[in-house]
T-cell receptor
Framework: DTGVSQDPRHKITKRGQNVTFRCDPISEHNRLYWYRQTLGQGPEFLTYFQNEAQLEKSRLLSDRFSAERPKGSFSTLEIQRTEQGDSAMYLC?????????????FGSGTRLTVV | GEDVEQSLFLSVREGDSSVINCTYTDSSSTYLYWYKQEPGAGLQLLTYIFSNMDMKQDQRLTVLLNKKDKHLSLRIADTQTGDSAIYFCAENSGGYQKVTFGTGTKLQVIP
């Protein structure tokens, strides 16, 4: 297993366009998280899946954002009608239920730039 | 509510010890973590401490937890240039679903 993979690494899009990011977690991890990180800040929680169920969503996640994990494996995060304020690094992480001491394993992130 | 605060910047000379501090507000935190982020990379878990401990040592890393004051620190002994990165304190509470991160401390190691 190569860890948590995110695709693409970088995305530049025009304001108003839709974008979709993909995350492939560690295969035996049943929990998957999306975070957003802006320059000079720590990661902010967006949403969390346990298997295929989306169990928590942050207030930060407006109705333009949607996340799925259809088969409990990979996940996608879609942003519709992108705005310049959406420019950030989007981080995916996974963990195994019942193993909080191991923390999260993060991917390298997808850097989104909205122009 | 949850809030995790850290100082923004720390500069040390190579070979000295570094101490990075963090304060948190959620008294129900069960696990507290230190993550490291190098430029252009995701976050890497360095170490963690369970809330019923007050100290944990892991090679060059020492974590101290003062639960009464809600204060967490990370000491890096014999700091090396490869330790230059941003260090995030994080707390986990309420069933382990969500970890809240601090704003990060940028550690600069001067050769």
């Amino acid at each position: 297993d190569t860890g948590v993979s995110q695709d693409p690494r970088h995305k530049i899009t025009k304001r108003g366009q839709n974008v979709t990011f993909r995350c492939d977690p560690i295969s035996e991890h049943n929990r998957l998280y999306w975070y957003r990180q802006t320059l000079g800040q720590g990661p902010e929680f967006l949403t969390y899946f346990q298997n295929e169920a989306q169990l928590e969503k942050s207030r930060l996640l407006s109705d333009r954002f949607s996340a799925e994990r259809p088969k409990g494996s990979f996940s996608t995060l879609e942003i519709q009608r992108t705005e310049q304020g959406d420019s950030a690094m989007y981080l995916c992480a996974s963990s195994l239920q019942g193993q909080p001491g191991y923390g999260y394993t993060f991917g390298s992130g997808t850097r989104l730039t909205v122009v | 509510g949850e809030d995790v605060e850290q100082s923004l910047f720390l500069s040390v000379r190579e070979g000295d010890s570094s101490v990075i501090n963090c304060t948190y507000t959620d008294s129900s935190s069960t696990y507290l973590y230190w993550y490291k982020q190098e430029p252009g990379a995701g976050l890497q878990l360095l170490t963690y401490i369970f809330s019923n401990m007050d100290m944990k040592q892991d090679q060059r890393l020492t974590v101290l937890l003062n639960k009464k004051d809600k204060h967490l620190s990370l000491r890096i002994a014999d700091t090396q240039t490869g330790d230059s990165a941003i260090y995030f304190c994080a707390e986990n509470s309420g069933g382990y679903q969500k970890v809240t991160f601090g704003t990060g401390t940028k550690l600069q190691v001067i050769p």
